[in-house]
């Protein structure tokens, strides 16, 4: 893998492989500069196309790229045909589930006989409605069979909402409100996008939890993030099966 890239830090099995990538590399330039991958953030068609086909090239696997519309649509990922969801699963080999993120959060489950992947894009609305509970029910086993890595996302310092959001997650599931401060500007709050992650996983069995300690927004040379930059670019999350 490319050393501009991460992969998750979790015990998950051999087999089960991970990328995160940054924004580091690639040939996209101005507000997406570096490595963006979405298609649809205005970027120059050449320049996306180029740098999916470099990720494919580096990591011998077929992404299956999805249409993210903030939905709790689960699919199993086909890397011939970009379907509209919000999460995907597989348990073919060398098939990446892949969301694209800028802020919002990405999580990635594998179960612990590494048999079968997936992956969810968690923004605030795809949680509070269920896509982590979607996935996970596509997933096949238990909660307490899988694991799950939370990946770069918007820092608890810096994810500023109205009310409604808050009262949105409270009312759905009281202890929410642990996952809200006070932010400096009256009547808003400072949201902790991980907490509220952990909390929904937890519910739905998952324990073995890891990941959570980045921040899109405060490392700009690093990923990209629409709360800081608006124009921007997006990077990738994967997760696939290996022999």
């Known amino acids: 893998m490319s050393p501009l890239w991460i992969s998750a830090e979790w015990p998950a099995p051999a087999n089960v492989r991970t990328c995160i990538t940054t924004r580091r590399g690639g040939c996209s330039q101005g507000p997406w500069k570096g490595f963006n ?40 990922a086909d890397a011939t045909q970009v379907l509209d969801a919000d999460a995907s699963w597989t348990n073919e080999r060398n098939i990446a589930c892949t969301v694209m993120t800028a802020d ?6 594998c179960n612990k006989d590494g048999t079968r992947v997936a992956a969810a894009h968690a923004g605030w609305r795809g949680l509070l409605d269920g896509i982590l509970e979607q996935t996970i029910k596509g997933m096949g086993s238990p909660g307490y069979s899988l694991m799950a890595w939370l990946g770069p996302a918007i820092g608890s310092q810096e994810f500023e909402v109205g009310p409604e959001v808050r009262a949105a997650f409270i009312s759905a599931d009281a202890q929410s409100a642990a996952a809200f401060l006070p932010s400096a ?23 073995a939890v890891y990941g959570g300690d980045l921040c899109t927004v405060s490392e700009p040379a690093r990923y990209f993030s629409y709360r800081r930059d608006g124009q921007t670019g997006r990077f990738a999350s994967l997760i696939w099966l290996r022999d």
């Open 185 to 207: 500007r009256a009547g808003h709050y400072l949201a902790d996008i991980y907490l509220l992650a952990r909390q929904r996983l937890a519910n739905a069995g998952v324990t």
């Open 104 to 109: 919002c959060l990405p999580v990635l489950f």
């Open 37 to 76: 991958l979405g298609s649809h953030v205005g970027d120059e068609v050449s320049h996306v196309a180029a740098n999916r086909a470099e990720l494919q090239r580096v990591l011998g696997c077929a992404p299956a790229w999805l249409n993210q519309t903030h939905s709790t649509h689960l699919v199993k």
